[in-house]
T-cell receptor, first 113, second 115 residues
Framework: KAGVTQTPRYLIKTRGQQVTLSCSPI?????VSWYQQTPGQGLQFLFE???????NKGNFPGRFSGRQFSNSRSEMNVSTLELGDSALYLC????????????FGPGTRLTVL | DQQVKQNSPSLSVQEGRISILNCDYTNSMFDYFLWYKKYPAEGPTFLIS?????DKNEDGRFTVFLNKSAKHLSLHIVPSQPGDSAVYFC??????????????FGKGTKLSVKP
């Protein structure tokens, strides 16, 4: 099976712009979670989608949003970008059962100038 | 407030010796714990997990120990190999809440295994 894929791998934006990142989960996986990794804060949970519904949400401002499509692919959007949003954004997928292992994609490196 | 803490940012070990990576947590609702390994420019890779009903889980060279009373878990790698050099993340989840989709990660420990 192909692994989790994320596009684009690298992105440079300027403050105030918005950005959309995409994640394609492993075939058959219905749950997609998003994480932000920064040097200072480590890996922090953004949100989880299961069957097109947001099932869990982390402690991030409303500028961060996401959605999931019927084919389980997911997008996350960040509006009004700030310098502090520069990070590696990772998505992970599981079949959806609570004890499933999360499998991570390679991440999208976002740089905000 | 950090719910999962890895107090050692780095660890250096000689090849062939044991590597012990430690992790502490504060939330007593956590009932599922995982270790991930991460190389630069790649996503984290799952290594091993343990449920709170167990105190030990072993998989080849990797063993995870859980001490619930101390809210402490550790990852033992024996014997350590140069290819094990990576950043190791401890993660926890409250599965009983219905979803494992929300993992709480520690900040990681960078392991260097020297030949």
């Amino acid at each position: 099976k192909a692994g989790v894929t994320q596009t684009p791998r690298y992105l440079i934006k300027t403050r105030g712009q918005q950005v959309t990142l995409s994640c394609s989960p492993i075939s058959g996986h219905r749950s997609v979670s998003w994480y932000q990794q920064t040097p200072g804060q480590g890996l922090q949970f953004l949100f989880e989608y299961f069957s097109e519904t947001q099932r869990n949400k982390g402690n991030f401002p409303g500028r961060f949003s996401g959605r999931q499509f019927s084919n389980s692919r997911s997008e996350m959007n960040v509006s009004t970008l700030e310098l502090g949003d520069s990070a590696l954004y990772l998505c992970a997928s599981t079949p959806g059962v609570s004890t499933d292992t999360q499998y991570f994609g390679p991440g999208t490196r976002l740089t905000v100038l | 407030d950090q719910q999962v803490k890895q107090n050692s940012p780095s660890l250096s070990v000689q090849e062939g010796r044991i590597s012990i990576l430690n992790c502490d947590y504060t939330n007593s609702m956590f009932d599922y714990f995982l270790w991930y390994k991460k190389y630069p420019a790649e996503g984290p890779t799952f290594l091993i997990s343990i449920s709170s009903i167990k105190d030990k889980n072993e998989d080849g060279r990797f063993t995870v120990f859980l001490n619930k009373s101390a809210k402490h878990l550790s990852l033992h790698i024996v014997p350590s190999q140069p290819g094990d050099s990576a950043v190791y993340f401890c993660a926890a989840s409250a599965v009983g809440g219905g979803s494992q989709g929300n993992l709480i990660f520690g900040k990681g420990t960078k392991l260097s295994v020297k030949p």
